[in-house]
């Protein structure tokens, strides 16, 4: 029977992922609220866009440590369950999407998504950021991209027999991804490079 502390993890992942490093950088570099501009989210596009590529690139790093730190954990504790592993790196990305910290108004997930990735296989955070930059340059949308990313992800690695924590991680917390994308699916604003201006519109 697992111990009953194993379920601090899920805890901590929801913890850690509700720290909204994008909106504290953002108002302490410039005084406003990064949910205010482009998508509305708590994201590192928007930081960038409001405080700098090197305020961005900060909280990038910062937004897959909290996805990694907890997930990390629950994976170093000897004989801590799958699911508990899983569930802890799925509950991060909740954090991320839903914060506690910031009235459930957070970012997208998936840098957090990443950070649980790199915690259980290195390997399987490159492919799944390998299939997103294919998917963003075949759609060339970044919304629809990041959905089918968390879609296929969890299906990719079965194909590949990766089939261990990774692969529950990556079902747990791709759900949470696609969910959270389908909101933004036919998304029409500026998304920095990834966009295209045409016939007086902005482009999908």
């Known amino acids: 029977m697992p111990h009953i502390s194993y379920f601090l993890f ?33 994201t ?9 590529f090197g305020w961005g690139a ?15 954990l629950a994976v170093r504790e000897v004989s801590t369950p799958v699911y508990i592993i899983a569930i802890t790196a799925t509950c991060a990305v909740i954090g991320h999407c839903w914060p506690l910290f910031a ?4 970012g ?8 649980t990735f790199l915690a259980v ?9 390998g299939l997103l930059i ?29 089939r261990d924590a990774a692969f529950w991680v990556t079902v747990g917390a791709g759900v949470v991804i696609a969910i959270r994308f389908l909101t933004d699916w036919n998304r029409q604003y500026r998304e920095l490079w990834l966009d295209r201006e045409q016939t007086g519109r902005i482009s999908e």
């Open 10 to 42: 899920p805890i901590l992942g929801y913890l850690c992922g509700s720290l909204t490093f994008s909106i504290w950088v953002t108002h302490f570099v410039k005084g406003v609220d990064v949910r205010d501009s482009g998508s509305g989210h708590a």
């Open 44 to 52: 590192t596009t928007n930081t960038i866009r409001q405080a700098g």
């Open 58 to 72: 900060l909280v990038l790093a910062l937004d897959i440590a909290k996805g990694f730190i907890p997930t990390y």
């Open 103 to 106: 009235r459930f108004r957070g």
């Open 108 to 115: 997208m997930g998936l840098a957090t998504a990443g950070g």
């Open 121 to 129: 296989n290195s390997l399987v955070f490159l492919i799944s950021l």
């Open 134 to 162: 294919l998917l963003v340059l075949v759609i060339r949308h970044s919304a629809r991209a990041s959905v089918l990313t968390g879609i296929l992800i969890a299906p990719a690695l079965w194909i590949l027999n990766i």
